[in-house]
């Protein structure tokens, strides 16, 4: 499985594989775009699950998405420029998720040991 990260200095936190089991988004309550701990989450074709974890500060939103597929996390991107709200801090990461699936579905599968 290729691995993408997408890192910037404005955001520490860099893009990662999540290990099974882990969520750090499931247990956040939900809340209003304005308040630290926004979670938001989008159900796409395919089975693909989108969770939004947003935090404010000075005045921008920055965050995370966790990729989920049929239920099992896959992936981790962050925001990697801070946005001024969190509509637009969701739209960001939204693109960047799409993005990802499609760089994935790009991706010739792998021959198993069995078929090679």
């Not at 990260?5 to 594989?17: F, G, H, I, K, M």
């Not at 159900?43 to 965050?63: D, I, K, N, P």
């Not at 990729?67 to 939204?94: M, T």
């Amino acid at each position: 499985m290729t691995t993408f990260r997408l890192t910037s200095s404005s955001n520490p936190r860099p893009a990662q594989a999540m290990p099974p089991g882990r969520s750090p988004c499931r247990d956040a309550a939900p809340a209003k775009p304005s308040l630290a701990g926004t979670l938001e989450s989008e159900v796409h074709a395919g089975g693909w699950e989108f969770r939004y974890c947003l935090a404010a500060s000075e005045q921008m939103v920055s965050g995370f998405a966790e990729i989920h597929c049929n239920g099992e996390p896959y992936f981790e991107l962050p925001i990697f420029e801070p946005q001024a709200n969190a509509l637009a801090s969701i739209d960001l990461l939204r693109e960047q998720c799409l993005a990802w699936i499609e760089a994935r579905a790009a991706v010739p599968a792998r021959p198993s040991a069995d078929e090679a």
